[in-house]
């Protein structure tokens, strides 16, 4: 018992570690999605809110597609080499079979995501499915362990065939965009949610769902993590407002006028309220290493990048912080409910520009009303006292784990 415990542990200490190997290339991306979102794109914060005619200029349309393109590859390279850096890490006491089998593990990850479609997007992850790429990982260390001792010849026949399925996986997926993963998947959840929930309960929910999602290292869809303007319940809200009846809007709690309104600060589970609990701790440990780490996500997770906190700290694969996820989540939601009904605050109903910071998501969708910037804090604040017992269990099992080790 006491050694499965161990192995568990030993293998999601590998994941992070591996995880820490891509934080560089996370922060770049990140930086490249800020500049894009906010200053750069056609469609981005600045050019929206200036209608600014330098946007009609074809070197600068130029430079956000190429700055678009790198945003794909950077993606393409950290799933490929995380895969590969948890290969060669899994395989640490066989030098050459592990050189041999981290090369074959970014080959095929590789492969399989750089099958793209010209003019199509489905290819384009906002971030890997994380815990398919562990499994994939784990795959190849069980493969080159199961083949160690055999003739070498066997071994590169495999390797091999192993890289000839990558490349007809890869072929099929070009010819047939639709079956891609992530395209399903945002499909199915548009026509699960229909017009879109306009209940605070049904609103939690997809709220946790949301949460358990990103700590499982899974898929997130769009429609749970960035406003999402197409619903009915959103087109009828706006309808009401611009008939200037905003105190008498349809549905008074939705997805924007709640979720994205209250609990996305930072990312899904409140991240910036993350962020404070652990800069706090770790100053107060004197980790320096996770003090300087969590200050290079500062900026990035104001502007709701937060795949660099994701992966830095590391939350993915972070089981002891869905409790406080969900707590820190439904306690947003239920007092932003509370604020909406009471008539403290406006209902946020019209449509932001692009690369809205989720800090001001609110104050902007509500035509400016300057009391959600308190409510804001607020929430940030509760959100940190909460985390912070939570966050020093975390540290303190790490640490325990790395004498260990």
Known sequence: MHSTIYKCHHCRYLIYKSFKDIFPFALIFSWIEILQKLVISDDSFLAQTTKSSIYKNEWLYTVS?????????????????????????????QTKESFSASLLGFATVWLLLTSVVPGTDYHYPSQPIWLMLALISYLFIFLTRLLQNRHHIFQYSMLAILLLISSILSHILYRYPNIDLEYLIQNHFSQWLGDGPHQLIPIMLWSILAIFLTLSGLFV???????????????????????????????????????????MFGGIGILLSLFLAVLYESRKLQSKNYYKLTLLTLTPLIFDQNLPFLVGLPVILQPILFIPMVLTTISAEAFGALMLYLKFVDPAVYTVPSGTPSLLFGFLASNGDWRYLPVTAIILVVGFFIYRPFVKIAFAKEEQYEKIT
């Open 221 to 263: 869809p769009d429609i749970l993590f960035r406003p999402y303007s197409y619903f009915s319940v959103v087109s009828e809200n706006l309808n009401a407002a611009l008939s200037q009846h905003t105190d008498k809007i349809p549905y008074l709690y939705t997805f924007y006028t709640v979720k994205n309104s209250f609990a």
């Open 65 to 93: 597609n190429t700055l678009y393109d790198l945003s794909h590859l950077l993606i393409y390279f950290m799933a490929s080499y995380f895969v590969a850096s948890l290969v060669w890490r899994g395989l640490s006491n």
